[in-house]
């Protein structure tokens, strides 16, 4: 279908200018101007046909791209295209596919593309659609570019699963944690300085240290009397997107834990209910939480042995890929992992884990649109006994909306849970409590992809 651009809307204008004012004073020359000037608008919107159907002429280079990367990041690949006439090009129906331009002029030209998916996935697209124009720029017709991209789009907590699966490989058969060590926690003598991980208490940021390496650093004192870290994990969420950031987050906590030799344990609840508590060495921690969120998301062993990347892997994770599929089992096997309701509710764990005596802190990981009420007596009962409590949330609820009021509703919920947080004194940290680094991926589409 030919289409006049403004510019051939303008000349139309004038055509139509010149035949009436030839018809008008009945003035040859005006009609030999008219009819020059029709041949000259049929010769580009005849010209603008032909590009349409010179599909071969118009090419990209490379013309085919295969992908693997987590959903939510960006990764940007360099590309050449050969137009034979100036095209403009249309990447609508495919918001996860971004171009660094999108018109071209006639020649070859040199640019890149960014690959941003926002959701997990499989996306392909066979050819690139857009507007080929006449010689002269006057009509434009549509024109499908071949250009053949296959991507996957795995969760985030892909990642996650895999730097547990490096600590597993890396601390064998479960020997950490059996000798007795002076563990690192809440308390008065200072330990040491080093970057912040996920689930430190903000509270013990050391300003002078941030400032001279311009990256977040904590202080870490010795415990006094046990310094635990009990994780509280909703399974609720509003939709796959924040159940993706639950669960990466409860990982990265317990492997952070787990390699700070800190004392970790996890209380995962759906519906009111406990599912399940998992105590212990560190290791049994890691692998019991593993095997919770893995069924959760309905992750298989193919699926992580898939995203290994084989080309820039870490000691473990060479050892993971020689030792092949059965590693996973063989690393995952030491714990069910199965769901089991109990019968004690939260009212019960808090009395069990925040006795006056004990020095621990609490990480409560929840989608604040879906356990209001479970969490605000939590954190009620929390502040009472004057324990430290952390909660962590999903900050853009909305992305899981199926509707723009629906979207509305959940902003209006998320946002005045908030504000009942903060009033209660909690400490407060959004899913990522620091940006994803992006690699590769160009300035003109970070803010697709953030």
């Excluded at 020359?29 to 046909?49: E, H, I, N, P």
Aim: contains cysteine; aromatic residues 10%; hydrophobic residues 45%.
């Amino acid at each position: 279908m030919v289409r006049p651009t403004d510019r051939g809307k303008r000349a139309l204008a004038v055509l139509l200018l010149l035949w009436g004012s030839g018809a008008l004073f009945f003035d040859p020359y005006l009609f030999a101007a008219a009819a020059a000037f029709t041949a000259f608008v049929a010769y580009d919107g005849m010209d603008a046909y032909l590009a349409s159907g010179r599909r071969s002429r118009f090419a990209l280079t490379p013309s085919s791209y295969d992908e693997r990367m987590l959903r939510g990041n960006g990764r940007s690949f360099s590309s050449v295209i050969r137009a034979p006439r100036p095209v403009t090009l249309d990447l609508a129906s495919a918001p996860w596919l971004r171009a660094g331009r999108s018109s071209f002029p006639e020649g070859s030209w040199p640019f890149e593309f960014a690959l941003v998916p926002e959701l997990a996935g499989t996306y392909a697209i066979e050819a690139i659609p857009g507007e080929a124009q006449g010689r002269f720029g006057l009509f434009a017709s549509r024109v499908a570019i071949p250009f053949k991209v296959s991507l996957r789009a795995y969760p985030r907590l892909i990642a996650a699963a895999l730097a547990a699966l490096e600590y597993l490989t890396r601390v064998g058969a479960g020997t950490e944690g059996e000798v007795e060590k002076n563990y690192l926690g809440p308390g008065l003598e200072y330990a040491e300085t080093r970057g912040y991980l996920p689930g430190d208490n903000l509270r013990r940021v050391d300003w002078k240290a941030t400032a001279r390496s311009e990256s977040l650093m904590i202080k870490r004192y010795y415990s006094e009397g046990g310094g635990a870290v009990h994780v509280i994990y909703f399974v609720e969420a509003p939709g796959h997107v924040a159940h993706d950031e639950l669960a990466t987050q409860l990982l990265d906590l317990v492997v952070s834990s787990a390699v700070r030799v800190t004392p970790v344990s996890v209380t995962a609840y759906e519906g009111g209910q406990r599912l399940a508590t998992f105590e212990g060495k560190g290791w049994e921690v890691v692998i019991n939480t593993l095997n919770l969120v893995l069924a959760e998301s309905k992750i298989t062993y193919d699926d992580l042995y898939s995203f290994l990347d084989v080309s820039s892997l870490s000691r473990e994770r060479r050892e993971l890929v020689a030792a092949g599929r059965e590693r996973f089992a063989a690393l995952l096997g030491r714990a069910s992992g199965k769901r089991q309701a109990l019968v004690s509710d939260f009212r019960g764990l808090i009395r069990e884990l925040a006795s006056p005596d004990l020095t621990a802190s609490f990480v409560l990981l929840a989608a604040l649109v879906s356990n209001r009420d479970v969490l605000a007596e939590i954190v009620e009962d929390l502040r009472y006994r004057r324990a430290e409590t952390t909660v962590v949330y999903p900050p853009r609820p909305w992305r899981d909306a199926a509707s723009l009021a629906e979207a509305y509703a959940l902003q209006a919920s998320h946002e005045k849970m908030l504000d009942f947080l903060e009033r209660s004194g909690c400490l407060m940290g959004a899913i990522p409590l620091k940006l994803p680094r992006m690699r590769g991926i160009p300035s003109w589409a970070v803010s697709a992809a953030a």
